[in-house]
């Protein structure tokens, strides 16, 4: 009873602790993309509804990252508070051990470990599926906007683009000259009279395209030259079919599709160690949760009594940065090559968790 009472007590006093971590975690991570969405705003002329459901795709993708460093900040807050107020030398006065101490950051670790999964699995790689699309999408629609009158614009799609008059309302452009460097080998030099951007809706999304008229194509390929005059010129600007499918990064991938990528025996070297390097960092990542629960009541009940209340959330931050650096590092190893990859990103865990069992022999 006894037991059954602390552990309620105990969950009680680090849930708000784990949603504050993960308001702060969040917070921080998004700041970082400031400049971008500023960016967004400026040149794409997004929507303040469009830019709040690119911070929501944003967030959702971090997830994955923001459950463990959000566990750990809690579970260490709490056990800190709890040492410092002497209310772990109460509670042991009451016939509980450290293993009845510890099931409260047990029990969370598990649900944030179920949460982990179904986040990184599958949650986080459709945020990033619409958070791409979003973005190309809207782009597309104000993709006049980065087009000014009698100037060279370099960021339109990946083109150089400069025209005599510009019609952004209607898309309309006169007396156009591109330069199309996609293609290394072959860039192209295309000069029209007229050019309109026209979009298109179907099941797929949006797609854009600008057509040009009255012009020629001007291509040049090691010594030869070509010259090929048009009437109506069509490039395509964006398809969302193969935004979303044919040219996903892996992080859109969910884990039943790096299975099936893995599955491939024709993957090239470099791209397949990418690949398992993704796939085991999310499984593994599911573990961290574990680890990060057994550290957090490890060190928050076995510190000093006066110093623990003061340090229990700097420490989170320096485990967590330190965590991640040596992930990093772990990542770095496994995509050279120079060790397999479960074992470089499982020896992260490892080290971590044996930390934490020399802490929770102190407790």
């Keep these: 009873m006894r037991a059954r009472l602390a552990t309620k007590y105990i969950l009680f006093e680090i849930a708000p602790g784990f949603v504050l971590g993960l308001v702060i975690f969040t917070f921080i991570l998004l700041m970082f993309q400031l400049l971008r969405l500023t960016e967004f705003i400026l040149i794409h002329g997004g929507s303040l509804k469009a830019v709040g459901q690119i911070m929501l795709y944003l967030s959702l993708s971090f997830l994955p990252i923001l459950l463990p460093m959000s566990l750990l900040f809690s579970i260490l807050l709490t056990y800190s508070r709890l040492n410092s107020d002497s209310e772990i030398i109460a509670l042991k006065s009451l016939g509980l051990n450290r293993w009845h101490l510890a099931v409260p950051a047990l029990l969370l670790a598990s649900f944030t470990a179920a949460a982990s999964a179904h986040t990184s699995f599958y949650l986080a790689p459709w945020a990033n599926q619409q958070f791409e699309a979003l973005v190309a999408q809207i782009g597309s629609r104000q993709a006049t906007a980065t087009i000014r009158e009698g100037v060279f614009s370099e960021g339109f799609f990946n083109m150089v683009v400069y025209a005599n008059k510009v019609d952004q309302k209607e898309g309309l452009l006169e007396r156009v000259f591109i330069f ?123 510190g000093h009594r006066r110093s623990a209340k003061g340090n229990g959330a700097a420490l989170s931050v320096l485990i967590i940065i330190s965590f991640w650096l040596l992930y990093l590092a772990a990542e770095a190893i496994a995509l050279k090559g120079l060790m397999p990859t479960p074992l470089a990103l499982g020896l992260i865990n490892f080290a971590f968790l044996t930390v934490a069992a020399v802490h929770w022999r102190r407790v």
């Design 180 to 302: 199309d460097e996609r293609d290394k080998k072959a860039p192209l030099t295309i000069i029209a009279q007229k050019g309109q951007i026209l979009q298109e809706t179907d099941d797929k999304g949006v797609r854009a395209l600008l057509r040009l008229t009255d012009g020629n194509i001007h291509r040049s390929a090691q010594s030869t030259y070509t010259k090929i005059d048009f009437g109506t010129y069509d490039i395509q600007l964006y398809r969302p079919f193969a935004l979303r499918q044919s040219h996903r990064p892996l992080p859109s991938f969910s884990i039943d599709d790096l299975r099936a990528e893995l599955i491939k025996a024709d993957l090239p070297a470099e791209y397949r160690r990418r690949v398992e390097v993704d796939f085991h960092r999310r499984w593994a990542l599911v573990g961290t949760c574990f680890v990060f629960g057994f550290l957090g009541v490890g060190l928050g009940a076995s």
